[in-house]
């Protein structure tokens, strides 16, 4: 055997050995999203998880109709919350309802998340700027 010949044959061997490593890992890989997957999913659908969630889901509703009943709609509001998820909460609750301003200067309401009893332990808090 030429040692061009032998070269060719070590190649091939290597290409082999590099694929199937490649393989290994992928089912590995793929193994393990599966299994976090399924962990992930049991966790979602136990009954403390579903029942926190729906809680959540009703203080949000709660919120979502303090905010319409108590403005009108389209009227420019500043979302004037101190914490960063609180903001986010009111802008996502009050935008198809109000337009969020991005400054107290063009805002006729200040609209803030504070606690009280209305929703579970959190209320809205209207305030001219």
């Known amino acids: 055997m ?17 694929r199937i490593v490649i393989t290994c890992v992928a089912v590995a890989s793929v193994a393990l999203c ?7 999913t049991v966790s979602d659908v136990r009954q403390t ?3 926190s969630w729906t809680v959540a889901d009703r203080q949000q509703a709660c919120l979502a109709r303090l905010i319409e009943t ?7 509001v500043y979302i004037g919350s101190s914490q ?15 337009v969020p301003q ?3 200067a063009s805002a006729t309401w200040v609209l803030s998340l504070v606690p009280g009893e209305d929703c579970s332990g959190e209320t809205v808090r209207l305030r001219h700027p």
Not at 34 to 40: D, L, N, Q
Request: charged share 20%; net charge positive; glycine share 8%.
């Open 84 to 98: 960063g998820f609180a903001s986010q909460e009111l802008i996502e609750l009050s935008t198809l309802w109000v």
């Open 34 to 40: 599966v299994r976090s997957g399924a962990t992930a």
């Open 2 to 18: 030429s040692p061009q010949h032998r070269r060719a044959r070590r190649g091939t061997r290597s290409a082999r050995v590099v």
């Open 49 to 51: 998880s579903v029942s």
């Open 102 to 104: 991005p400054t107290t």
């Open 70 to 76: 108590r403005l009108p709609r389209g009227t420019p």
